[in-house]
């Protein structure tokens, strides 16, 4: 299993007239943590992309506990907890400065070849990095 | 059953480097599709709101199948298949233009009392509009 | 001068915990006046930018006098006033409902070829269908 | 005049189809830098805005001179250069890894009292701390 932890602080412009954080935007909390989560592990997603392998989404999960408000140093823990092959799932689970539990969820995602647009085998380091944790 | 159509122009902005609409952008175009559902089922969340009942979002669930691309003139269907109390399911579907599904999805909320912070029922008047559809 | 106007319905998740439209959605709700303008007016920004030319923007002014709201059906009025060379500059007016308005803004942008990755004369289709009107 | 620097990676929900970040995205770049820099004077944005006093912006301007990419580390530098009083100016430059000058902007907000929905001066503790820089 391989598990890593981001912060994020919750800006202005994602909270919605409620007073909470827009619940469309911890989808790219999500992204922010699962790209970070790579980038600890020494693993670039620009450059896998620039290299011709992208990683679209395939679906999303979300289970709200409690809200996120504006200045909340927030922080994703991001999992996976399977070795990938042509997919990879992603586990997120975000925390507020309390400790409290906010919300939880997880996301698919397929490795595709952009020469072919198909999908394709997660990248031999990317792979070689990840299984050390299993 | 309750079902409506509404339809949104994808922007330059709703869209990533991959040249699709950003997978945590479907969460507002659910919100507007449902917000345009109650709309025309003459029915005002933000009047609803304003007196004092809060609706928001315990889950949110996507399977993408298609991407969204700049330009594309999508239509979200939107589905009430039972009856809300205190909870409210919607589920959606996306197409474009080609009348191909994009995306299916669905969102489960809450009635929220703002005064007491507690979940209640459906305003009557919702429940009476809602009501002939089933 | 050529001027064409586009209504938005603002989004949930637009608004901010003061209630109001957030100040950085003003530039995509300029975006959407822009691109509806050209359109209205027979040109494609996506085949434009299919066919390898992108308008990327330089420069941004926006003065805000009031605010919008949730749920709001605002009128974004788009002008062009000088013809078009490699530089083009639109103007804009955002109204609600009651007519008030609620800033205004303009931008400039540049016509670049995607091949040389350099400015170039707006495209000659363009030109025309917008001659029409100065 | 008072000066702060603050850090913020690009994510992929903030770039377009161009592969540039939205120039739409830099106003709430602006905002992280605003609210940064007041944090690092030892003086709460949302503590002033619970105790009835808010910060609307008044007017936006940026310059866009290069693009940002995905995962860019910016840095966001954010000036105030003169003493409030009922308004306050912040202007802000955008610099990437490489030291590249992306874009300048500036804006101006005021002071408003919430309960009588007036302007009214900038907070005594938030005027002594900066009054130290100038």
């Keep these: 299993m391989y598990r890593e932890s981001t912060q994020i602080r919750v800006r202005y412009g994602e909270t919605d ?7 469309g935007n911890y989808a790219e909390f999500y992204e922010v943590g ?11 997603y620009k450059t896998m992309e620039d290299n011709g392998i992208m990683l679209p989404v395939l679906s999303l999960q979300i289970k709200y506990i409690r809200p996120a408000f504006f ?6 823990v991001t999992t996976v907890s399977q070795l990938p092959k042509t997919r990879i799932q992603f586990s997120y689970e975000i925390f ?4 409290e539990l906010l919300n939880i969820g997880n996301t698919e995602l397929v490795f ?10 997660a990248p031999d380091d990317f792979l070689k990095a990840i299984e050390a944790y299993f």
Tied chains: 1, 2, 3, 4.
Excluded: A, H, Q
């Design 17 to 23: 007239r409620m007073g909470y954080v827009y619940y």
């Design 34 to 44: 699962r790209i970070d989560s790579l980038r600890k592990l020494g693993f670039s």
């Design 71 to 76: 200045d909340d140093l927030l922080t994703v």
């Design 96 to 99: 507020n400065e309390k400790n």
């Design 112 to 121: 595709i070849n952009t020469n072919t647009n198909k999908p394709c085998m």
